[in-house]
Structures are given as C-alpha cells and as structure tokens.
C-alpha cells in the first residue's frame, strides 16, 4: 500500500508565474488535508476536502489560492501569480475520515520557491 | 486559535525524560500529536479523544484534560530517535497545529 504521494517534490518559479501542485492520497481515504510550514515554521492548515467538497476553506491565504479535488481522489492546489511569500513547503495528508477522529497521513511535501 | 505549546525547545541526555503542553483557548474535541524530524514528513504519534479513548503508538504516553483544555506528552528513557519536532493539533473537522516544541537529544 502506497503512502501519500505529492508532486512535483520541488519546484522553483518566478514571481508572477501560476504553479499547481498534486497531492494523491492514500486510497479509501475521504479526507483530505491541505497545510503550508514555512522554514522553521509549524503547520498552517489551508483547507480540506471531504470526498470532492471542500467544507473549510477558512486557511487559504489569499484568493490567489484555490484547490480542487476530483473523484475523491487528487487534489491539486493551484497558487496564482505567486509571491516571494508563498514561498513554503506544501504538504498535503489524508485520512479515513475528518480529523476529530482519524490519524492524519502526510505526504512528503512540495518545495516551492518563488524567485 | 492556535494552541500553545511549552516548552519551545528541549535538550535532553539519552535516557532522560521530557513532558511537553499543549494548552488551548478553545473547548477541545480531540488533541493529536505527531514528530517531525528535519527535512521529512510529520508522523502520527497519538490522538486523545474527549471521553477518555485514545488511539496511538503503545510506547507513548500523553494525558488529555478536557475541563483545563490542556494536553501533555510524556517522553520517557528519551532515545536519540525521538529528536526532532513536536506538534500538538486541537482538532475537530480539521487540525490547528500549535507552532511546536523542538527536541534535541544528545548521547
């Protein structure tokens, strides 16, 4: 059984530029978690899908951020004319169900850095 | 809001113990608790749940106050592999991670 897989594992864009970054979860999981660490930083929660609607979308930074999940499977997590500030490692976990109950799962994370 | 945790950093000799809180202003459904160590994924160490249930690793030991809204884990006869970074989670549809209490355990 695979882990959570997310990609690509480092990505290096210009400022101004769109990136999208995939997160495939563990499978049967419903839940999906999207998070952001900063260098030295904790775990910032963005948002998070049960099956392919995303209840909570309370953490997304700006509204140059958005996500999707299809087929209760993928999710991608698209940053729109990226700044210096995003900045991060993204990570992304899933569970068998929301997070009150069920231990989370992580992936190993996207590396992004924005010149 | 963001739970706190004490302490911010700990350096301990091998085979000695720690405790590291995790307090929180808001009425707790459940707590988590996972390790990250440097350049890697964080991994699941525990969740106390309200009502008493807990689900984790059978060497590790944490305590959930739900009046106080306060939890601990307990790192006893501490071995250089628990070096790395400890978050708390304060959890009910999503986790709020509190900013982590770093672990440096030396031979």
């Known amino acids: 059984g695979a882990g959570v897989s997310q990609s690509p594992s480092n990505k290096v864009t210009e400022k101004g530029k769109d990136v999208e970054l995939r997160c495939d979860p563990i499978?049967?999981?419903?839940?999906l978690y999207w998070y952001r660490q900063s260098l030295g930083q904790g775990l910032e929660f963005l948002i998070y899908?049960?099956?392919?609607?995303?209840?909570?979308k309370s953490g997304l930074p700006s509204d140059r951020f958005s996500a999707e999940r299809t087929g209760g499977s993928v999710s991608t997590l698209t940053i729109q004319r990226t700044q210096q500030e995003d900045s991060a490692v993204y990570l992304c976990?899933?569970?068998?169900?929301?997070?009150?109950?069920?231990?989370?799962?992580f992936g190993p994370g996207t590396r992004l850095t924005v010149l | 809001q963001q739970p706190v945790q004490s302490p911010q950093a700990v350096i301990l000799r091998e085979g000695e113990d720690a405790v590291i809180n995790c307090s929180s202003s808001?009425?707790?459904?459940?707590v988590h608790w996972y390790r990250q160590k440097h350049g890697e994924a964080p991994i699941f160490l525990m969740i106390?749940?309200?009502?008493?249930e807990q689900k984790g690793h059978d060497k590790i030991s944490a305590s959930f106050n739900e009046k106080k809204q306060q939890s601990s884990l307990y790192l006893t006869a501490s071995q250089l592999s628990y070096s790395g970074t400890y978050f708390c989670?304060?959890?009910?549809?999503?986790?709020?991670f509190g900013k982590g209490t770093r672990l440096h355990i030396l031979p």
């Open positions: 976990a899933s569970s068998f169900g929301l997070a009150g109950a069920n231990e989370q799962f």
């Open positions: 899908f049960q099956g392919n609607s995303a209840p909570d």
């Open positions: 808001k009425a707790l459904y459940s």
């Open positions: 499978s049967g999981h419903t839940a």
């Open positions: 989670g304060t959890a009910d549809d999503k986790i709020i």
């Open positions: 106390l749940l309200k009502g008493g």
